[in-house]
């Protein structure tokens, strides 16, 4: 049976569109007809794009919830990379599968919009959003909105005032508690090509400081909720196997791997990212605390017990 959470990012752009929101044209395809003809029928139905300052190549993306999916690399031009890059991901055989195949921004930045009952906020890089999206970067400008806006970190030099209008204009069309993934193009368009809902903070709860000794780290509230449990910090994949059931997990930066493991611990912990990065996104998707704190896996060892405050954004050692 084939859940219909499988088709969440197909979901999404159906939204976008029907919301009247600006995004990259694209096609969707069954896997199974995922022939050399068919792709390039349909690639060349919706065009390659070589658009200077705006769309520029074709990226293929699969249809799973959250970023399970995955994706292929952006700007694909050449036919032939295209139409390999649409037979491997139709070989991983998941009953059901879809491909979105969609224009790619030239982007002079992207970010994520997530917009609650009363506030908005945005987080943006300049260039494509992999290095945000997957935590990979430190150089993250962050902006608040209630009213007005306001900025939450030293950044400089990404969007302007005409920019952040854009985007509140926007952010008006879409109900409370959206995630909304966007690129502005060099020549100042607008796009917005990926939309979940997101459960916010609408149960924001009190933390209990007994038994807790003293805040080791201090860092930026990804996700919330409060975890406790046993620290096992994870440089790689294989350590991640390491994981077991209620353990507080520590790391640079959330890959695909913490999916093998997001059910079994207690919080997370990462070195590097925002609230719009995997970890934060696979974290309050399954509901587990999340902290994003820089150097966090230096600073916390193998066997500490910890309370992570996803709400606070603080680690306490027990």
Request: with cysteine; aromatic share 6%.
């Amino acid at each position: 049976m084939i859940s219909l959470m499988q088709y969440r990012k197909i979901q999404g752009l159906e939204k976008i569109r029907e919301w009247g929101l600006p995004y990259p044209p694209y096609a969707v395809i069954d896997a199974e007809q995922a022939t050399p003809a068919r792709i390039e029928s349909i690639v060349r139905a919706i065009g390659i794009p070589d658009i200077e300052g705006d769309r520029v190549g074709i990226v293929i993306r699969t249809d799973g919830a959250g970023r399970v999916g995955g994706r292929s690399d952006l700007h694909l031009m050449d036919m032939k990379e295209i139409i390999n890059w649409a037979l491997r991901l139709r070989e991983r055989n998941r009953p059901g599968l879809k491909l979105i195949i969609q224009h790619v921004v030239d982007a002079k930045c992207s970010g994520v919009l997530l917009k609650g009952s009363e506030d908005l906020s945005v987080e943006v890089v300049h260039g494509d959003a992999p290095s945000l999206l997957e935590g990979r970067t430190r150089d993250i400008e962050r902006w608040a909105y209630m009213g007005s806006w306001r900025k939450e970190n030293e950044i400089e030099g990404i969007l302007n005032e005409g920019d952040l209008a854009l985007l509140l204009e926007y952010s008006r069309l879409v109900p409370d508690y959206s995630y909304l993934e966007w690129s502005l193009s060099k020549i100042g368009k607008l796009y917005f090509y990926e939309y979940m809902e997101w459960s916010g903070d609408r149960e924001r709860k009190a933390t209990s400081g007994e038994s807790i000794r003293k805040t080791i780290i201090h860092g930026l509230s990804a996700s919330p909720g409060v975890g406790t449990g046993t620290v096992r910090v994870a440089l790689d994949s294989w350590a991640i196997n390491r994981v077991r059931e209620g353990d507080v997990l520590v790391i640079r930066y959330a890959d695909r791997h913490v999916m093998h493991v997001i059910n079994r611990i207690s919080a997370l912990v990462c070195d590097v990212g925002g609230r719009t990065s995997h970890a934060s996104i696979i974290a309050r998707e399954y509901g587990v605390p999340c902290v994003i704190s820089e150097r966090a896996t230096k600073r916390l060892r193998d066997g500490m017990k910890v309370v992570v405050d996803g709400y606070n954004g603080t680690i306490s050692v027990l």
